[in-house]
């Protein structure tokens, strides 16, 4: 089974920027859509979104820029956020747009402030 990665995350200053990236694989990309995931310990796993959509503003007010990016060639899934705010401070994660969901990476932890 493809075991998801992800990588790019950090501490970031108000207003900055930071490029995550997930290692999955071209098989599942060609066949699935995929996501990004925000999750805050004790609380549920949270859609940021994925390439064809961005729910993270409209449901959390989440402000910022938020893009998903993808390479099927090289099984890799990017998620760009500009503009962070301290609201977006949290552990990023990649998977599957629906249920049931692959088993979760460990993703990386995203830090928005001074």
């Known amino acids: 089974q493809v075991k998801l990665e992800e990588s790019g995350g950090g501490l970031v200053p108000p207003g900055g920027s930071l490029r995550l990236s997930c290692t999955a694989s071209p098989d599942l990309l060609r066949t699935t859509t995929m996501a990004w995931f925000r999750h805050i310990e004790g609380d549920d796993y949270e859609l940021v979104g994925s390439k064809k959509q961005i729910w993270f503003n409209t449901r959390n007010s989440i402000k910022g820029r938020f893009t998903v990016m993808e390479s099927v060639e090289q099984g890799k899934i990017w998620l760009q956020m500009d503009g962070l705010t301290s609201k977006a401070t949290g552990r990023y994660h990649c998977?599957?747009?629906?249920?049931?969901?692959?088993?979760w990476g460990p993703g990386t932890q995203v830090t928005v402030g001074s």
């Open positions: 998977n599957s747009l629906s249920s049931p969901h692959l088993p």
